[in-house]
Nanobody, 125 residues
């Protein structure tokens, strides 16, 4: 059974940093794409950063230059390094995985079939 487990969330002051981790297990496909999404109550889940299986990355305009997505294949773990955090980054963060495809954007939540439970990030001003 495929499972994604996030960790690393917490509370931080504006300007601070956090690193989120997403440990993947049970994934039988050799190639898969992964993304980070975030969601605040009352709003749709939005893509933050995505990583294609071949290594290509995309970032939301709001986080570009501040967040970095990466993956350690030896540990099957996806990371999101978040620097210069702002109060508007406050949200529940989710990692997601799907079989590798270039046909769909990494920010279309409906194309992902596996999700983690989420980890809360709170940034205070």
């Amino acid at each position: 059974q495929v499972q994604l487990v996030e960790s690393g969330g917490g509370s931080v002051q504006a300007g601070g940093s956090l690193r989120l981790s997403c440990a993947a297990s049970g994934y039988t496909q050799r190639q898969y794409d992964m993304s980070w999404f975030r969601q605040v109550p009352g709003k749709e889940r939005e893509g933050v950063a995505g990583l294609y299986s071949y290594g290509g990355t995309i970032y939301a305009a709001s986080v570009k230059g501040r967040f970095t997505i990466s993956k350690d294949n030896s540990k099957n773990t996806l990371y999101l390094q978040m620097n210069s955090l702002k109060p508007e980054d406050t949200a529940m963060y989710y990692c997601a995985a799907r079989g590798s495809t270039l046909a769909r954007s990494l920010f279309v939540a409906g194309t992902f079939d596996t999700w983690g439970q989420g980890t809360q990030v709170t940034v205070s001003s």
